[in-house]
């Protein structure tokens, strides 16, 4: 009997700090997402300085679609939004409806993000609200980690992440400064070819790359030990405009277990002529700032050029324990 009390007590001290914590965000995020703005996307929240999410992460993503639900926003779902215009288009084509603001597609107003950071036993969680119009509203809140109970705030090879996510900046700052003209849309897919931040060992690894003009292409993996490996595609030309799903029909990649859980990249490098693509090697150790020299590189090997074009774009996503629900 006395054990039943310790267990229910236990289950009912849970719900209470959840109720606290869930209180919480949605007083937070009321700060910033305005009351006019009805529909809100929502970027996976990531520990500070870096891109790396960890096991808090879907946690608290849960938390504040929760959140924007009490405060009476939508979510924005850009997969079911094409769902929901393709099931529309078909019953317009039938006559089974005629009324076309059915087919309006609603579009967000602002988009949220959120970082946390652990430190001393507590988590601090900053939020940025952005609307598309450019302007961003701020706020931040901290609660104990007593109060969230068994849950990883860190990735595992959190250092390495904050080494790459930096080198990633520089890099682009470069690029920028240099105005690459080639334009790549990337971005990671599970099964059903939704948009995904957070892999698990043996998933089958999909991808979408999109340029917005005729390219070759490399793409470099880094995996959460440091490892620089290079995918195999058997061919890398792209047609501007038309997207891809890698890996090629006959080729698989899989998540493997390194035995390190935590932050990993794939970083595509597109030019106009092949040549000036980067050197592949089998595998190498990556060191602080290998993609920003060979970002440099790129660009001296097309400078000075009218013909020749450059671009680069990431693709981070988190290796977690376990299984995908």
């Known amino acids: 009997m006395k054990k039943f009390i310790s267990v229910l007590f236990t289950v009912l001290l849970f719900r209470c700090y959840a109720d606290d914590f869930q209180g919480i965000i949605s007083k937070t995020i009321s700060k910033v997402v305005p009351n006019t703005d009805k529909i809100v996307t929502i970027k996976l929240p990531v520990y500070a300085e870096t ?5 808090f992460s879907p946690y608290l993503k849960n938390s504040i679609e929760v959140a924007l639900t009490d405060l009476d926003k939508e979510i924005f779902d850009l997969k079911l939004n094409e769902l ?10 039938s006559g089974y409806i005629s009324d076309k603001n059915w087919a309006k597609q609603k579009m967000p107003d602002g988009e949220l993000q959120a970082e946390f950071l652990e430190l001393n ?23 104990s980690t007593k109060d969230l109970p068994g849950l990883t705030y860190k990735p595992e090879n959190l250092e390495l992440a904050k080494t790459i996510y930096k080198d990633i900046e520089t890099a682009k700052t470069e690029a920028k400064k ?9 971005r990671m897919l599970n099964i059903d070819g939704n948009k995904v931040d957070i892999l698990y060992p043996n998933d089958d690894i999909k991808f979408k790359v999109c340029t917005d003009c005729d390219s070759y292409i490399a793409i470099m993996g880094i995996d959460s030990t440091g490892t620089e490996y290079w995918l195999e595609i058997n061919d890398n030309f792209m047609q501007a405009g038309i997207p891809r799903i890698f890996p ?3 080729i698989k990649y899989i998540v493997k ?33 290998n993609i920003t020299k060979r970002v440099r590189a790129g660009i001296m090997s097309v400078r000075n ?20 629900e």
């Open 84 to 93: 929901s215009e393709s099931f529309i288009a078909d019953l317009n084509d």
């Open 121 to 143: 036993n507590k988590v601090t969680i900053s939020f940025a609200y952005k609307k598309f119009a450019g302007n961003i509203k701020k706020a931040q809140c901290s609660i």
């Open 51 to 55: 891109s790396a999410a960890s096991e």
């Open 178 to 186: 240099n105005s690459l003209p080639i334009k790549i849309e990337a």
């Open 305 to 324: 050029s009218n013909n020749r074009a450059m671009g680069y774009i990431e693709i981070p996503y988190t290796i977690l324990k376990g299984e995908k």
């Open 248 to 250: 090629d029909a006959d």
């Open 257 to 289: 277990n390194d035995g390190i859980f935590g932050q990993e990249y794939l970083y595509i490098f597109a030019a106009s002529f092949k040549e000036d693509l980067p050197q592949e090697n089998i595998e190498t150790v990556y060191t602080s700032n």
